[in-house]
């Protein structure tokens, strides 16, 4: 499905980010996995990639500084020779009550989770513009469409990226490349892993699937929309989340 | 002089899909040569590669005519 095509997946090393890394290769996509601080984990989502015959380096790039970006595309780039598919996903989490919430927390959540995805998707706008084709998909949250008690700063980075996704899908539509946002549910990962029993108790009342997702489950549509067949789709946010916010 | 005139002018024929006798010097990329803001965007990357320079965004948002690039290049070279 994605033979011949080179793909950087950022914060790759775990959770949906190494599902994505780990589907786009098994589809046949050549891909850097970027890490921020997790080299030893990034190593493994290589290697496992390696092991299943497909193409991968790790690629270390703290995403909310621009010139650390700049570095990894001009690696990944030079590496691959193009680049087709930017999956943004590299995220984090400061929870608080909004009115504990420090200054500090704050700005990290935004600089990694919004800055992040500009700074990646200014870089490579330009390979893209010049071949005159891309897929930018960014990993946006169900939370950042409504809204969660104690994440004011991830909630407004998510929903700063669903809007960042519809501008960046209208300036570059006429040349050829895509910009499209997931937004994931409740979704089983080390991020939800420290989240209490009862909390989790409560989300799951609210899906009317009734299960938590998997990384797997977000992969599948990031998979589809870094293919050819979804040529036709710009500028939207699909949710994922076991039918929670509709 | 006149050969980065005419390395100006070639990539402006490529990128902008225009006639030669189009580009003149008192030509607005937006005005006579129907270019939009993200062909002039694209156009600084071309210039940038042509002539292995890098264009400040300050610096591009100044060029609106193809004799705004001309001058730039010569005074950079």
């Not at chain 1, 960014?138 to 501008?167: E, M, R």
């Not at chain 1, 006429?174 to 910009?179: A, E, Y």
Request: charged content about 25%; glycine content about 8%; aromatic content about 4%.
């Amino acid at each position: 499905m994605l033979t011949g095509k080179n793909a950087l997946v950022t914060g790759a090393s775990r959770g949906i980010g190494r599902a994505i890394a780990l589907e786009l290769a098994k589809q046949g996509a050549s891909v850097a996995v970027n890490y921020s601080g997790s080299e030893e984990k990034a190593r493994k989502v290589v290697e496992e990639i390696q092991q299943n015959g497909g193409t991968a380096f790790a690629i270390q790039a703290d995403v909310s500084s621009s010139d650390s970006v700049s570095a990894m595309i001009k690696e990944v780039t030079t590496t691959f020779g193009s680049l087709d598919i930017l999956v943004n996903n590299a995220g984090i989490t400061r929870d608080n009550l909004l009115m504990r919430m420090k200054e500090e927390e704050w700005d990290a959540v935004i600089n990694t989770n919004l800055k992040g995805v500009f700074n990646c998707t200014k870089a490579v706008t330009r390979p893209m513009m010049k071949q005159r084709s891309g897929r930018i998909i960014n990993i946006a949250s169900i939370v950042g469409v409504s809204g969660n008690p104690g994440q004011a700063n991830y909630v407004a980075a998510k929903a700063g990226v669903i809007g960042l996704t519809k501008t960046t899908a209208k300036e570059l539509s006429s040349r050829g490349i895509t910009v499209n946002a997931v937004a994931p549910g409740f979704i089983e990962t080390d991020m939800t892993d420290t989240l209490d029993t009862n909390v989790k108790d409560e989300m799951l009342k609210q899906i009317p699937l009734a299960r938590l997702g998997r990384p797997e489950d977000i992969a599948a549509a990031v998979k589809f929309l870094a293919s050819d067949e979804s040529g036709y789709i710009t500028g939207q946010t699909l949710h994922i989340d076991g039918g929670m916010v509709m | 002089m006149a050969e980065i005139q005419d390395r100006i002018t070639k990539i402006i024929v490529d990128r902008l899909g225009v006639d030669e006798e189009e580009v003149k010097n008192e030509s607005s990329f937006k005005e006579d040569l129907g270019a939009d803001s993200l062909d002039v965007v694209e156009l600084v990357m071309e210039l940038e590669d042509e002539f292995d320079m890098e264009i400040s965004d300050e610096d591009a948002e100044k060029i609106a005519t193809v004799g705004d690039v001309v001058n730039y290049i010569n005074n950079q070279q």
